[in-house]
């Protein structure tokens, strides 16, 4: 922990930190819950000074590593968008390489694990772990336990965080992959067997090599990384930001996926009520954007209106025979694991029934109940699982990962882009009213990248320094 006064002079001492974002906390702020709280989430027990120095001796030390570091966080950002198999060895090479370089990058990675969505993670897994004492499915609850694995890429991408824009790129560009084994599904494998292979075959539904609920809910997210240029950015990023926001619309609508649709068009209300809030658009620009997405949309539901009709036929059919109380159709099974979700919370409103448990304790209550192992709601899950202690640390995290995104965001040094993770956080929130977001590999994974593209502390990058100190 950094004193307030002398973090206050480290702002124009040879730390050349000029932050106007950084956390300073004194005596007054910190009389309060609230205030300390926010302190925490803002990370201020972070030596800002000693972060800055630990980064400049890796660079003096180690430019080499540097460079290859880099070299495997995005190829790991890259592949994490690929088959499941390959999401899960993504940053091996990374993971290996760091431990590798790990006298070179001490103690930058001290700074890294320290960052406060990894402690609100840890938090998290040690009650998960904690609840398995009571849960009815312990072996299901170690694999979601597993998932939380992913916030560890905050620590092991934090030695490349300057170069924080590559990053994003490299996950823009993982996705852009993704959507090509979208294409390669929708045209069978161009007639070419081995490649054909590489994708999942889905009648009715073109998600490529990811499940379709699970793509759809990638597909949300990587909406939410182009929205923003899209919608508040000029020239060339506008340009870019609405030719993938239009390709990932597209994609979502191939997956057939209804509750990706739904949460696409909440993120867009999401966008375009922080865009008026903030007065980065003004109406004339909504309408235009509105026009344009109504177009793209138009289009794209002409070239696949007989699957989208299909499954509106199907959502109208199931929503007539939920109101008559009948559940056997697949938003009636939804309705129903929810509602379960709702008894078991109320029955364990404090801890739940236990990490993994949810299914188990729906058996033993109606030994022919038709559930999942999961409520297909990131937050019922939760609460059905883990009751409100896990609700409040699940809110913690997630509120450490939004504050941090907003608030690492440099418009002048990187542009309108800097602010895509944040509202591809948003956008997988978004999706998780109809997905357990937090418990499949590929969207957990998703999550946890991230969360490591914003820290709630990173040191500037040293031409950015020169120009907040002129």
């Given at each position: 922990?950094?004193?307030?006064d002398?973090?206050?002079?480290?702002?124009?001492?040879d730390c050349?930190i000029?932050?106007?974002?950084?956390?300073?906390?004194?005596?007054?702020?910190?009389?309060?819950?609230?205030?300390?709280?926010?302190?925490?989430?803002?990370?201020?027990?972070?030596?800002?000074c000693?972060?800055?120095?630990?980064?400049?001796?890796?660079?003096r030390?180690d430019?080499?590593?540097?460079?290859?570091?880099?070299?495997?966080?995005?190829?790991g950002?890259?592949?994490l968008f690929?088959?499941?198999?390959?999401?899960?060895?993504?940053f091996?090479?990374?993971?290996?390489?760091?431990?590798?370089?790990?006298l070179?990058?001490?103690?930058?990675?001290?700074?890294?694990?320290?960052?406060?969505?990894?402690?609100?993670?840890?938090?998290?897994?040690?009650w998960?772990?904690l609840?398995l004492?009571?849960?009815?499915?312990?072996?299901l609850?170690?694999?979601?336990i597993?998932e939380?694995?992913?916030?560890?890429?905050?620590?092991?991408?934090?030695?490349?965080i300057?170069?924080?824009?590559?990053?994003?790129?490299?996950?823009c560009?993982?996705?852009?992959?993704?959507?090509?084994a979208?294409?390669?599904?929708?045209?069978?494998?161009?007639?070419i067997?081995w490649?054909?292979?590489?994708v999942?075959?889905?009648?009715?539904?073109?998600?490529?090599?990811?499940?379709?609920?699970?793509g759809?809910?990638?597909l949300?997210?990587?909406?939410?990384?182009?929205?923003?240029?899209a919608?508040?950015?000029?020239?060339?990023?506008?340009?870019?930001?609405?030719?993938?926001?239009?390709?990932?619309?597209v994609?979502?609508?191939?997956?057939?996926?209804r509750?990706?649709?739904?949460?696409?068009?909440l993120?867009?209300?999401?966008?375009?009520?922080?865009?008026?809030?903030?007065?980065?658009?003004?109406?004339?620009r909504?309408l235009?954007?509105?026009?344009?997405?109504?177009?793209?949309?138009f289009g794209?539901?002409?070239?696949?209106?007989?699957?989208?009709?299909?499954?509106?036929d199907?959502?109208?059919?199931?929503?007539?025979?939920?109101?008559?109380?009948?559940?056997?159709?697949?938003?009636?099974?939804?309705?129903?694991?929810?509602?379960?979700?709702?008894?078991?919370?109320g029955?364990?409103?404090?801890i739940?029934?236990?990490?993994?448990?949810?299914?188990?304790?729906?058996?033993?209550?109606?030994?022919d109940?038709p559930?999942?192992?999961?409520?297909?709601?990131s937050?019922l899950q939760?609460?059905?699982?883990?009751?409100?202690v896990?609700?409040?640390?699940?809110?913690?995290?997630?509120?450490?990962?939004?504050?941090s995104?907003w608030?690492?965001?440099?418009?002048e040094?990187?542009?309108?882009?800097?602010?895509?993770?944040?509202?591809?956080?948003v956008?997988?929130?978004?999706a998780?009213?109809?997905?357990?977001?937090?418990i499949?590999?590929?969207?957990?994974?998703?999550l946890?990248?991230?969360?490591?593209?914003?820290?709630?502390?990173?040191?500037?990058?040293?031409?950015?320094?020169?120009?907040?100190?002129?």
């Amino acid at each position: 922990m950094i004193p307030a006064d002398r973090f206050r002079g480290c702002l124009f001492s040879d730390c050349h930190i000029v932050n106007t974002k950084t956390p300073q906390p004194d005596s007054d702020q910190q009389t309060g819950v609230w205030a300390r709280l926010l302190w925490l989430l803002d990370g201020g027990y972070i030596d800002r000074c000693g972060c800055d120095a630990a980064f400049e001796r890796m660079h003096r030390q180690d430019q080499i590593g540097d460079r290859v570091h880099l070299v495997f966080a995005c190829l790991g950002l890259i592949c994490l968008f690929g088959p499941v198999t390959l999401t899960e060895i993504a940053f091996a090479p990374l993971a290996v390489f760091f431990v590798v370089r790990v006298l070179n990058t001490f103690p930058v990675w001290i700074h890294g694990f320290g960052q406060p969505v990894v402690l609100a993670a840890i938090t998290l897994s040690a009650w998960m772990m904690l609840t398995l004492r009571w849960s009815g499915e312990p072996a299901l609850g170690w694999g979601e336990i597993a998932e939380l694995r992913w916030f560890v890429l905050v620590g092991v991408l934090f030695p490349v965080i300057e170069k924080r824009m590559i990053l994003i790129a490299a996950m823009c560009t993982g996705i852009a992959i993704g959507q090509l084994a979208q294409i390669v599904d929708a045209f069978d494998g161009f007639g070419i067997g081995w490649l054909g292979t590489l994708v999942e075959n889905h009648p009715g539904r073109v998600a490529g090599w990811w499940h379709p609920v699970v793509g759809g809910s990638i597909l949300v997210g990587a909406l939410g990384l182009h929205l923003p240029s899209a919608m508040f950015g000029i020239g060339r990023a506008r340009l870019i930001g609405m030719l993938c926001s239009a390709s990932a619309g597209v994609g979502l609508l191939a997956t057939n996926t209804r509750g990706a649709w739904i949460a696409a068009v909440l993120l867009i209300l999401v966008c375009v009520i922080f865009g008026l809030g903030t007065k980065r658009i003004g109406a004339r620009r909504v309408l235009f954007i509105a026009g344009i997405a109504s177009a793209v949309v138009f289009g794209a539901g002409m070239v696949m209106r007989d699957s989208i009709a299909t499954r509106f036929d199907e959502t109208r059919t199931e929503i007539v025979e939920i109101l008559d109380g009948q559940y056997d159709s697949y938003t009636g099974l939804r309705v129903q694991m929810g509602k379960v979700a709702l008894d078991a919370a109320g029955a364990h409103p404090v801890i739940g029934v236990g990490a993994g448990g949810y299914q188990s304790w729906a058996i033993e209550q109606d030994a022919d109940s038709p559930v999942h192992p999961h409520a297909h709601n990131s937050l019922l899950q939760i609460v059905s699982t883990l009751g409100v202690v896990g609700v409040v640390l699940w809110t913690i995290l997630i509120a450490a990962m939004l504050r941090s995104s907003w608030r690492i965001w440099d418009r002048e040094a990187e542009g309108i882009y800097g602010l895509a993770p944040m509202f591809a956080i948003v956008g997988l929130l978004l999706a998780s009213i109809t997905d357990s977001v937090h418990i499949n590999t590929q969207t957990a994974a998703m999550l946890g990248a991230l969360a490591a593209l914003c820290p709630a502390y990173r040191p500037k990058h040293p031409i950015w320094r020169s120009l907040a100190t002129r």
